[in-house]
């Protein structure tokens, strides 16, 4: 189970909230059982995890794109 101060922590690491967003949830935590933190905490970290994997997969794409263009621009300077 989780404690009140890892859902707290867990809350300002989420990327995507705003400073209100953070503020509200961690003002409604004295408010929800066990369960409930419980099922948040599972949420969020399920959160962070695809948007931690989207940025991995757009990175790898726009440097892939990177890549791509910069061999381009080498054979494009080999033919001039």
């Known amino acids: ?8 922590n867990l809350i300002n690491k989420v990327p995507f ?3 209100n967003e953070k503020e509200f949830l961690l003002s409604k ?6 369960e409930k933190k ?3 905490a599972e949420f969020l970290i399920i959160e962070i995890l695809q948007f931690i ?4 997969k ?3 794409m726009f440097q892939n794109i990177y890549l791509k263009w910069q ?5 494009i300077s080999r033919i001039i």
Request: glycine share 0%.
């Open 1 to 8: 189970m989780v404690n009140d101060q890892q859902l707290k």
């Open 17 to 19: 909230f705003t400073d």
């Open 29 to 34: 935590l004295s408010q929800l059982d066990k």
């Open 38 to 40: 419980q099922k948040l």
């Open 53 to 56: 994997a989207l940025n991995l």
């Open 58 to 60: 757009y990175s790898t």
């Open 71 to 75: 061999n381009t621009f080498e054979r």
